[in-house]
């Protein structure tokens, strides 16, 4: 997702009084957006704070679209006006999320209206950190239910089944939700902020066939690590995510972040504490300079990415092993352990074998 702030928060039109926002339709959005994005309508902020609550900090110099593809970053544009701001994503696929909009509303609404490549466009309304209604653009038959909140305010933006007509269509349902009036001349870039984007939320049980487990370049072995790892006792899928994690953190540096070990040694414990917020901070910001490590990688950047990526890594896996559920616990944090470590070449399915053989004999 990309963020830009610009440096005063003038930019964004006020719905125009002669018209309410109430009668905003698809037509005065089309044409506005033909590439793959996500846009966001949010009230009762403004620029700093919308920037902050997404990870980016107002002080750091702002960039190119360049410079931000150069340095493989998430960014974004923010345009504001009074208590209300919008914000311009590149990339379709963040700033629809949960975790997003859970601070984006936070006192106030958000929409977000996604529009990516090769996948649904979404729209969701959230109210002071609360899911209203999240719907499939071009899905009817989730229509029904999600919009059923919102009835009064979608006159002439349905199609025959019942679904929002098109993106234009939920763009505008987004100006009749905030009273938020998007031009062409709102989206003009300015520069670019990058951002340490909020951390995404952790899975809920039950453990299902679609759990992210992989640990080895073999289905089959890793299935059979898999059904060995779901068969412990949950205080020993403690033991083993914990294990996993003092790995990665040793192998990758991480251990030198302040309070990732001591909190490391938590992790097998029953139920492990919250992650302190100071910790959490350095995870955030760890995962997103290592994800932006790896799309630098990706298009051969010219240096060494393997420690910054492997940092993130390590750091990514400590969270994911404080998961209230053991089960996803183990299985989420081994996987990213595991990744960290073969990255140096050092693969862990042997030591995480050795580990479930001690735990099986006991």
């Not at 963040?94 to 958000?110: I, Q």
């Not at 003009?188 to 679609?210: A, S, Y």
């Not at 995480?352 to 006991?362: I, Q």
């Amino acid at each position: 997702m990309l963020v830009a702030a610009p440096a005063s928060e003038a930019g964004l039109a006020p719905a125009p009084k002669e018209r309410a926002s109430s009668t905003a339709t698809a037509k005065d959005y089309a044409g506005l957006f033909d590439e793959a994005g996500c846009v966001t309508f949010v009230t009762r902020t403004t620029a700093e704070r919308t920037l902050r609550r997404l990870g980016g900090d107002p002080a750091r110099r702002p960039l190119t679209r360049q410079q931000v593809f150069d340095s493989g970053h998430t960014a974004v544009l923010v345009r504001a006006s009074g208590n209300r701001a919008v914000t311009f994503a590149d990339d379709g696929l963040h700033c629809d999320r949960p975790e997003t909009l859970r601070v984006l509303s936070r006192g106030g609404a958000a929409v977000a209206v996604s529009y990516p490549f090769e996948a649904e466009p979404y729209f969701s309304y959230w109210v002071d950190g609360r899911d209203v209604a999240t719907v499939g653009v071009y899905l009817p038959w989730e229509a029904e239910k999600e919009l059923q909140p919102l009835r009064r305010h979608l006159d002439g933006l349905l199609d025959r089944e019942g679904g929002l007509r098109d993106v234009e269509s939920a763009l505008a349902l987004g100006e009749r939700l905030t009273g938020i009036r998007i031009t062409a001349a709102d989206i003009t870039p300015g520069g670019w902020r990058v951002l340490h984007p909020p951390l995404p939320d952790l899975p809920k049980g039950p453990v299902t066939e679609h759990t992210r487990f992989s640990l080895t370049d073999d289905a089959a072995a890793d299935a059979a690590l898999r059904t060995r790892i779901l068969a412990l006792p949950a205080v020993e899928q403690r033991q083993l995510a914990a294990y996993a994690v003092q790995v990665a953190l040793t192998g990758s540096g991480a251990r030198r972040v302040p309070g990732a070990v001591a909190y490391a040694a938590e992790l097998a414990r029953p139920t492990p504490p919250r992650l302190p917020s100071a910790l959490e901070a350095e995870v955030r910001r760890a995962v997103a300079e290592s994800e932006a490590a790896w799309n630098r990688a990706s298009y051969s950047s010219g240096r060494d990415e393997t420690p910054v990526i492997r940092r993130g890594l390590a750091l990514r896996a400590l969270r994911e092993a404080s998961n209230a559920d053991p089960a996803l616990a183990v299985l989420e944090a081994v996987t990213t352990a595991g990744t960290c470590q073969s990255l140096a070449r050092r693969p862990l399915a042997p030591a995480v074998e050795a580990v479930l053989t001690s735990l099986e004999s006991t």
